[in-house]
Structure formats: C-alpha cells, structure tokens
C-alpha cells in the first residue's frame, strides 16, 4: 500500500482530493511530526477515507482497514508505517467535542474487536496505566487526533484525523537510536512553530498516553473516558 491507497466508504474522486489535501498538509512548515512525513516519503503511509466519527458503518469500514494494515503493511518491511483515518462529514465544534468523539470512536471500535482479538501483549488495556495503549488486531497503537481547531497549531487540518501509530515500530527505533534524534527535532520545531513544547507530551511507561490523543491540554484531574469492558 502507499499514500494513494484509500480504502473506506467515500467516493474515490471525493477520496483522491481529500488524501491530496491531506498530503500537502504534511509536507507543510506547520506540520512538525517527522515521523509521519518519512512515513509519506517512504511510501508507507496508509490512508482511510470516512464519513462520520462514531457512524457504524464506517466503524466497520474502519475497522476492516486497520486489519488488513496490521496483516499488510505492518507484517512486512519499513519503520515508519501510519494509517491515518480522515473522517469527512465530521467537525467538531471544539477541542473537548472533538476528543468526546475521538473517544467514542476508540471505545466503539475496540467492542467490535475484542470479540476476535486479544488485547497487545506490549501495552495496558487500562487508560489509567502509563503502559496504556490502544490494541486493534492484537497490535498495539498510539493514536493521534487532527481537526481544524486544536490548539495545537500543527494538529489542525481540514478534517478530523485518527493517526494510527504502531507502538512495535516505535520500540524498534528507539532500540536502534532514531527515535530520540527525531524527538529532540520535532520538540524544536514545535517550539519554533508555537513558543512552547506541547505539555501532555511525556515518554511512554511514564504516565497514560490517553492524556495525548486528542491534542487537548486536559487538566491533572481528567479521566480517560476509554472503557474495557463496555
């Protein structure tokens, strides 16, 4: 698969210009995560095209696409491959219904899993754990949400985005020493971009990584509306 591979429910003209859109957005000064343009560069960016956060055909959709990455792309070759999810008939009026709905999504999508996977060996299912992590497949994910009004000026983009990002492929760059050479330069850019260094950001094992999807600066005392068991 590459970045014009656009698997969901859209209308593949639709879809096309969407991606194009997308990818231009990458490669742009105000996007600063350097791992997803290697992704784009390298040709292992994967991109799903959607309708509504939370709509359950498109949770099915979805949900098939992420499969077919996890048994594709992610069982072969490559370091940095990324599904991103674009959902276009979805905008959040803000940054807390934006995460109330990136939430929703996550939680939906993991009761349709559970039932033919087990949860990834590598993270916690609990969101209270600083090993949490969200499993698809039996494989382990950080994700990163994108819509046109976070704070956060290099997560805002036309559409809310799911970034999918393998927990397995960040372990092997860290354990080859690129991971934090890439992380002392995005942390840089984001202070140039910005002024400051988004403040949720903290090592994985450290604290949970659920306080980091939704862009959101969420307060000491948030709860993680991530449900295991619902």
Not at 80 to 107: C, G, K, M, Y
Not at 108 to 130: G, I, K, M, Q
Request: glycine fraction near 10%; proline fraction near 7%; aromatic fraction near 10%.
């Amino acid at each position: 698969m590459t970045e014009r591979d656009t698997p969901g429910g859209e209308h593949p003209g639709h879809a096309e210009e969407v991606v194009e859109s997308f990818t231009a957005w990458l490669r742009a000064d105000t996007f600063t995560c350097l791992g997803a343009r290697a992704a784009l560069q390298r040709g292992e960016l994967v991109t799903g095209v959607y309708g509504t956060l939370g709509d359950r055909e498109d949770l099915h959709r979805l949900r098939t696409d992420l499969l077919r990455f996890v048994t594709g792309p992610l069982a072969g070759p490559g370091r940095f491959h990324t599904f991103a999810a674009i959902f276009t008939r979805s905008d959040p009026a803000d940054e807390e219904v934006f995460e109330e709905l990136l939430w929703q999504q996550l939680n939906a999508l993991h009761r349709a899993d559970r039932a033919d996977h087990p949860w990834a060996r590598e993270v916690s299912p609990d969101p209270r754990d600083p090993r949490f992590g969200i499993s698809v497949g039996g494989h382990p994910f950080f994700v990163i949400g994108l819509h046109r009004r976070a704070s956060r000026i290099s997560r805002r983009f036309a559409h809310p985005v799911l970034v999918f990002n393998s927990h397995r492929q960040f372990a092997e760059l860290k354990r080859t020493g690129v991971y934090r050479g890439m992380q002392t330069k995005i942390r840089g850019k984001e202070v140039a971009l910005q002024g400051d260094v988004n403040p949720m950001l903290a090592e994985h094992g450290e604290i949970s990584e659920a306080r980091q999807y939704s862009g959101r600066a969420v307060p000491p005392h948030w709860t993680c509306p991530f449900d295991r068991h619902g």
